[in-house]
């Protein structure tokens, strides 16, 4: 960025980038012009409805983690002697308003690369609007452990499966030290205004209150997502037990829950892996830790598989390019949606994921499954309610998983399925978590709560249940489930039951964590 004459401004275009720690957008901007000009847009696109089936793109849940993300970003610039400008409009319309409001200085674009079409279609318009007015552009790369540059192979040859990936970059590769941030930042030049951020409203989202039996009980932000890191890892030592918790259904320790900090950019993936490395020298390594970064490394999977092959995740063959036949049955959809198909442990994390804008992962595992290989339905419509839904969506681990449970996307085993009854009796043998989400089925004890259709009348009486009144009948039955019929499964559930959803802690979670 160097140069002379006229005062040098960096814009720096911040999106799924919210935090000041390991931001190279920052760094190099600080580092190397006279004014500093962070900006987040709010684009209208991101509030519209999802591409095939118009659910809204950013539900309440994730509006109200990125308000508050934005916000705390804008409290800890602030601090630093800077401020965050913040518009409501296109970032290709906003920015090069920026830039021509800039009289007098020769400006300069900075930002985070993404991976998927939306988002590289945006940077390219805004590309061609701000070279008009003669923006010299330093794009940069920021989101995932690995740097892309750092791969053991080019990005048309990464490994068409995760192992093979995973031990050529753990083999190969190193993860980069995150950046030393400097202790304040140069100020944005004097006559921009920061602006104001939006309410809900303005984005046209409709608040929803929190509820108070959510698994994930934090604020959007930097400031939380360092605590929270803190407090798993330092404060609890939960981390030395993750991956015998991380099937959990209940409470907000089963799992990391780092994927909603992570999907926003709030918290850096190097930062991370930095202080589960200390957590390993200082205090103990172990399966559990390792698994975290095993993890994350599913993240950047996903992330260069989504370059790699393109718009293919998004098509209904998925990357495979597998023909299939998908059903758009939408009155079968909305009993899944809603968490009203009669299959209690389905409802369970439907609602809670309604209710919440958060699932675990083994949730997100089984409702996929029964989505897909039980109702027979259309990937896309889970894959879209998802990213309307969930706090910590990322567009590559979403739709990389999706493809991954339908059949389609890049994994040698087909056929899987899940069996919703040995699910529910391995991860939820007493029934507690069902009975958190399903308060109608609360009076039936013990496992009887996953198979209601199969108790007597008289039991459903006395518990206060009415099938096709209080609670609906399925809408299937599967025949493997009669093996596992009000089956009291004893002890711990093993974490290796069943297919395992790739990524899922650090988003499908999102990422899971």
Same mark, same amino acid.
């Given at each position: ?39 987040? *847009? ?29 916000? !705390? ?9 800077? +401020? ?33 079409? /939306? ?49 050529? =970059? ?8 995150? =950046?030393?941030?400097? !202790? *304040? ?90 202080? =589960? ?38 098509? &209904? ?20 949606? /809603? ?38 339905? +259309? ?14 969506? +990322? ?44 308060? /109608? ?37 599967? &025949? ?24 899922? !802690? ?8």
């Amino acid at each position: 960025m160097a140069g002379r004459g006229n005062p040098r401004v960096a814009i720096c275009w911040l999106r799924n980038d919210l935090r000041y720690h390991d931001n190279e957008i920052l760094l190099k901007a600080n580092s190397n012009v006279d004014k500093v000009l962070p900006v987040y *847009c709010f684009d209208p696109c991101h509030f519209k409805g999802t591409y095939h089936f118009d659910f809204p793109k950013t539900g309440p849940h994730r509006a109200k983690f990125l308000l508050e993300s934005v916000a !705390d970003l804008r409290n800890t610039l602030r601090k630093k002697g800077s +401020d965050l400008v913040v518009r409501l409009g296109q970032p290709e319309n906003i920015l090069p308003l920026l830039v021509k409001s800039l009289t007098d200085h020769e400006c300069h674009l900075v930002y985070q690369e993404e991976v998927t079409k /939306e988002e590289t279609d945006v940077e390219k318009r805004v590309k061609e609007n701000c070279h008009q007015h003669g923006v010299q552009i330093h794009p940069l790369w920021g989101m995932t452990l690995y740097h892309k540059a750092d791969l053991p192979f080019p990005i048309t040859r990464v490994p068409d499966t995760y192992t093979n990936f995973r031990k050529a =970059v753990e083999a190969q590769s190193r993860v980069r030290a995150p =950046v030393v941030m400097p !202790d *304040c930042l140069k100020p944005l030049p004097s006559d921009v205004d920061p602006g104001q951020l939006p309410s809900l409203a303005q984005l046209g989202v409709k608040e929803q209150p929190t509820n108070k039996r959510t698994a994930f009980p934090y604020s959007g932000g930097e400031s939380h997502g360092l605590n929270h890191v803190k407090q798993y890892l330092w404060e609890t030592d939960n981390v030395a037990t993750y991956k015998e918790t991380r099937n959990g259904l209940l409470g907000s320790e089963y799992s990391t829950k780092f994927s909603p900090w992570l999907a926003h950019g709030c918290l850096s993936p190097r930062y991370i892996q930095a202080e =589960v490395a200390r957590y390993e020298k200082e205090r103990q390594a172990n399966q559990s830790t390792y698994w975290v970064l095993f993890e994350m490394i599913w993240r950047d999977y996903f992330k260069f598989v989504c370059m790699k092959f393109g718009d293919r995740v998004f098509y &209904p063959s998925g990357i495979m390019g597998k023909r299939l036949k998908w059903k758009q049955d939408h009155d079968m959809f909305e009993k899944w949606k /809603e968490g009203r198909t009669g299959v209690p442990f389905v409802d369970a994390n439907m609602r809670e994921l309604r209710e919440t804008g958060w699932m675990s992962n083994r949730g997100r595992q089984n409702v996929a499954s029964f989505l897909i290989k039980d109702m027979g339905l +259309d990937w896309r419509l889970g894959a879209e309610w998802f990213e309307s839904q969930l706090m910590d969506h +990322d567009v590559c681990s979403n739709y990389g998983n999706w493809n991954y449970a339908a059949g389609i996307g890049n994994d040698p085993r087909e056929n899987r399925k899940f069996n919703m009854i040995k699910q529910a009796f391995d991860y939820d043998p007493e029934g507690n978590f069902v009975r958190c989400w399903v308060p /109608e089925l609360a009076g039936l004890r013990g496992g009887l709560i996953h198979t209601p259709w199969k108790l007597s009348s008289s039991q459903l009486s006395s518990a206060g249940v009415s099938l096709g009144e209080t609670y609906p009948h399925p809408i299937l039955v599967a &025949p493997e489930w009669s093996r596992h019929q009000q089956k009291g499964t004893q002890g711990k559930a093993s974490s290796s039951k069943g297919p395992r959803q790739r990524g899922i !802690d650090f988003y499908f979670k999102s990422p899971k964590m």
